[in-house]
């Protein structure tokens, strides 16, 4: 597997067939798929046919990652960069298993995703996007430095998007960017 870089507790890997089990038991929970829109894989072969198929990294260099514990190299969730050809823009998104909830590793890996993506791929602008009944994925944006900027409806749910420009982050974490 891949890795694309590391935290002081994680290591973020490009998606591997081998993370098939840990993408379907991820999805497979109500409460980590909750505000996501997606629904549950319907078997970990299914899970693995997505991983095999997902071209973001050939299509744009960067994309979601798998995170692991450093201490471990247990399979905890993904995180990553998204860039959506409808929007013009790219997101940053993190889902996690329920257990290692309330432990900062999505604000940790994200916040290294947004280095990343400022770093390696000169982008202006990263949106950070939220249910507006997802408190903790508010809280997370919030927590990088991201700036409420709308709320919005789709898919009959309502959302808010956050953002951050490369500018706020390099005033918000100046030593991320080697300032």
């Keep these: 597997m891949t890795i694309v870089f590391s935290t002081q507790r ?8 081998a993370d098939a089990q840990g993408f379907y038991e991820l ?15 319907l078997s970990i ?9 997902y071209d973001h990294y050939e299509r744009h260099g ?22 959506s ?5 790219v997101d940053v998104g993190f889902r996690f298993m ?9 604000t940790e890996a994200a916040r290294a995703s947004l280095q990343y993506g400022f ?26 430095g991201m700036r409420f900027r709308k709320e919005f409806d789709e898919e009959e749910a ?3 998007q956050y953002e951050i420009a490369h500018e706020e982050m390099a005033d918000v974490y100046p030593s991320l960017l080697g300032k």
């Design 27 to 41: 999805n497979l929970d109500p409460e980590a798929i909750r505000y996501t829109g997606d629904v549950p894989f």
């Design 158 to 160: 309502g959302w808010c």
């Design 85 to 89: 050809q409808k929007k013009m823009e």
């Design 98 to 106: 329920r257990v290692h909830w309330g432990k900062g590793y999505a």
């Design 62 to 83: 960067y994309g979601r990652w798998s995170v692991f514990l450093k201490d471990d190299n247990k399979y905890i969730g993904f995180c990553g960069l998204n860039y």
């Design 119 to 144: 770093n390696e791929y000169s982008l202006d602008r990263i949106v950070g996007r939220a249910m507006k009944e997802n408190a903790a994925s508010l809280r997370v944006l919030e927590k990088l």
């Design 10 to 17: 994680l290591i973020l890997k490009k998606f591997s067939a």
């Design 45 to 53: 072969a299914e899970a693995e046919d997505f991983i095999l198929s």
